[in-house]
């Protein structure tokens, strides 16, 4: 009998891909899936099943579905559900993540989410026996360090530049500690963007919040005599920055294809581009999309707070969260990756790829048009 892998976060965005990366190819899922604002586990492994057969045209084969919460001792399961994961899973992946950057109270997210829940997990698989566990990270559990990043690295004595980066290197230490596995595989991918082919996400945060402003902001801007929107905004930038975006489909195809050959089990995968999108690429995409000109690459420390215009102002109030990755991103090796996945290159963010990302985020209006409630549940497979 071909044992299940037991998915956490397979209501997340990546946890959409490997659903049905994983089912696609064979590989049977049971996903531990919590209830939510009055919404069934199962209803909400419905929803993600039907935005998938919408998304592919065909139907997908049926994943058992666990209720539980990876924040609760024993991801919550009933006892049942333990015993038949015991009996029918070989393997874990542990995906489920809270992407808030700060918190400083540790009973919260996203410590709660990605350290408590990171040692449930580790402690469930003890109590099952089950010794194969694929861990979902983080790239940036490198924190603040500036030289090359190698996929064997992990405590190099780093600065973090917020809780989320810092709790996600704690919970990478956490399973390295996990004395009991025969086989621990991490992935860790960079910033992840929806999917290269048909834009499609869940979340919005990063990259999105500056299409966000742009979207927001440039009606306002004046028109020129030659039909396009003028901005005076200052980028202190030289434009050269690069910036690691990865898109959650390719994410998810490297991530499967380790998980289906054991050959490649029990490393460290850097899920990062190898040929980066330029800021001056990113600015002129959105330039592109938006029909606006006039932002300027003034060069780092260009000008301060002070002298900054009022529209200047607003633009770098409404990102101040992701002013740390504006400046500089580490230069991550990914050699394992490429030894491991040659036939899977990490597509490129060029501007028809940003473009789809764009059509499908203001189509979407940043996560508000998508349906609440799905049909219910009528083929998901349950226990007990």
Same mark, same amino acid.
């Given at each position: 009998m071909v044992q299940h892998v037991l998915l956490t976060g397979a209501t997340g965005l990546v946890g959409h891909y490997l659903l049905r990366d994983l089912l696609s190819t064979g590989v049977p899922v049971a996903a531990v899936i919590r209830a939510r604002n009055g919404e069934s586990a199962a209803d909400r492994l419905e929803r993600v099943l039907t935005r998938l057969a919408g998304a592919s045209g065909r139907r997908l084969p049926r994943p058992v579905c666990l209720e539980g919460d990876v924040t609760e001792p024993g991801l919550g399961l009933s006892a049942g559900d333990r015993r038949w994961a015991a009996r029918h899973c070989g393997a874990v992946i542990h995906n489920a993540a809270s992407l808030q950057f700060h918190g400083q109270d540790r009973g919260r997210d996203p410590w709660l989410s990605n350290l408590t829940g990171t040692a449930h997990t580790l402690e469930l698989c003890r109590e099952l026996r089950l010794r194969e566990l694929h861990y979902v990270s983080t790239a940036y559990v490198c924190g603040r360090r500036e030289e090359v990043v190698f996929e064997a690295d992990l405590d190099r004595g780093q600065a973090f530049t917020n809780a989320y980066e810092e709790c996600k290197f704690q919970a990478e230490k956490l399973v390295r500690s996990a004395d009991f596995l025969d086989g621990l595989t991490v992935y860790r991918p960079a910033v992840i963007v929806g999917d290269s082919r048909? @834009?499609?996400?869940?979340? &919005? %945060? *990063? =990259? &999105?919040? &500056?299409f966000q402003f742009v979207w927001l902001a440039s009606p306002g801007w004046p028109? *020129? +005599? $030659? @039909?396009? #929107?003028?901005?005076s905004i200052r980028l202190n930038l030289t434009g050269a920055e690069t910036r690691n975006l990865v898109p959650v489909d390719w994410v998810s195809d490297v991530?499967? !294809?380790?998980?289906? !050959?054991?050959? !490649? %089990? @029990?490393?460290t995968y850097h899920l990062t581009p190898t040929d980066p999108v330029r800021a001056s690429e990113l600015a002129g995409a959105m330039a592109t999309y938006f029909n606006v000109h006039g932002h300027e690459f003034a060069g780092r420390d260009a000008f301060v707070a002070e002298a900054m215009t009022a529209e200047e102002q607003l633009f770098y109030s409404f990102l101040e969260r992701y002013q740390p990755y504006w400046e500089s991103e580490p230069t991550f090796d990914c050699?394992?990756?490429?030894?491991?996945?040659? %036939?899977? +290159?990490? +597509? #490129? =963010?060029? /501007? +028809?790829?940003? %473009?789809? =990302? =764009? $059509?499908? /985020?203001?189509?979407?209006?940043w996560g508000k048009g998508r349906p609440k409630r799905p049909a219910r549940a009528r083929s998901i497979q349950r226990v007990g």
């Open positions: 048909t @834009g499609f996400t869940t979340t &919005y %945060h *990063g =990259l &999105y919040a &500056y028109i *020129g +005599p $030659d @039909g396009r #929107r003028l901005t991530i499967s !294809h380790v998980v289906r !050959h054991p050959r !490649h %089990h @029990g490393t050699t394992n990756t490429l030894a491991a996945a040659p %036939h899977l +290159p990490c +597509p #490129r =963010l060029d /501007a +028809p790829m940003l %473009h789809r =990302l =764009l $059509d499908f /985020a203001i189509e979407d209006r």
